[in-house]
T-cell receptor
Framework: QKEVEQDPGPLSVPEGAIVSLNCTYS??????FMWYRQYSRKGPELLMY????GNKEDGRFTAQVDKSSKYISLFIRDSQPSDSATYLC????????????FGAGTRLFVKA | DAGVTQSPTHLIKTRGQQVTLRCSPK?????VSWYQQALGQGPQFIFQ???????QRGNFPDRFSGHQFPNYSSELNVNALLLGDSALYLC??????????FGSGTRLTVV
């Protein structure tokens, strides 16, 4: 079993839709939870991070962490064609150093 | 403020050869991590350097080695290249435990 599981998609939605992206994990030592966006032929860029459980909102993006269920989510409201990219969840534990593990990424297509 | 700079951007090598990839971290960042990303996959952790020491290592063979210099820049070396080493190699720098800044990567093709 992988430490971090993420559905690779692809996920195709119409412009303006609410997008829900999810990851599950198995390592209860993870403390920091991040979402990265990666455009084709580019490196990932950090969208949001959350420490421990809870919600965090930034503009059209909302990140949720449920440590009891080992489940994290990213919601994108009013999705735009420019949101079309691969979204990677990532998690860091603070035991034995700070190694960040990434999910496989979900490819999102937002159709105009 | 320059972000993370990686060189070269593309590289073609023959099986059995050795390769060195280079990374300059974002100004102010002292930790450098290297990742391998195969096509359609998420980044896989290779190792992390802090204060010129390898602090963490992923499940990669000893053919993969690295170095961090006093100015925090870093190199990734891969010996005895295999076809399966073909991938995008990403360097990420950070100052805290989360929130990496990534470079655009080096695309390595082994033929």
């Amino acid at each position: 079993q992988k430490e971090v599981e993420q559905d690779p998609g692809p996920l195709s939605v119409p412009e303006g839709a609410i997008v829900s992206l999810n990851c599950t994990y198995s390592n209860s030592a993870f403390q920091y939870f991040m979402w990265y966006r990666q455009y084709s032929r580019k490196g990932p860029e950090l969208l949001m991070y959350t420490y421990s459980s809870g919600n965090k909102e930034d503009g059209r993006f909302t990140a949720q962490v449920d440590k009891s269920s080992k489940y994290i989510s990213l919601f994108i409201r009013d999705s735009q064609p420019s949101d079309s990219a691969t979204y990677l969840c990532a998690m860091t534990s603070n035991t034995g150093g700070f190694k960040t593990i990434f999910g496989a990424g979900t490819r999102l297509f937002v159709k105009a | 403020d320059a972000g993370v700079t990686q060189s070269p951007t593309h590289l073609i090598k023959t099986r059995g050869q050795q390769v060195t990839l280079r990374c300059s971290p974002k100004s102010g960042h002292d930790t450098v991590s290297w990742y391998q990303q195969a096509l359609g996959q998420g980044p896989q952790f290779i190792f992390q350097y802090y204060e010129e020491e390898e602090r963490q290592r992923g499940n990669f063979p000893d053919r993969f080695s690295g170095h961090q210099f006093p100015n925090y820049s870093s190199e990734l070396n891969v010996n005895a290249l295999l076809l399966g080493d073909s991938a995008l190699y990403l360097c990420a720098s950070s100052l805290v435990e989360y929130g990496y800044t990534f470079g655009s990567g080096t695309r390595l093709t082994v033929v």
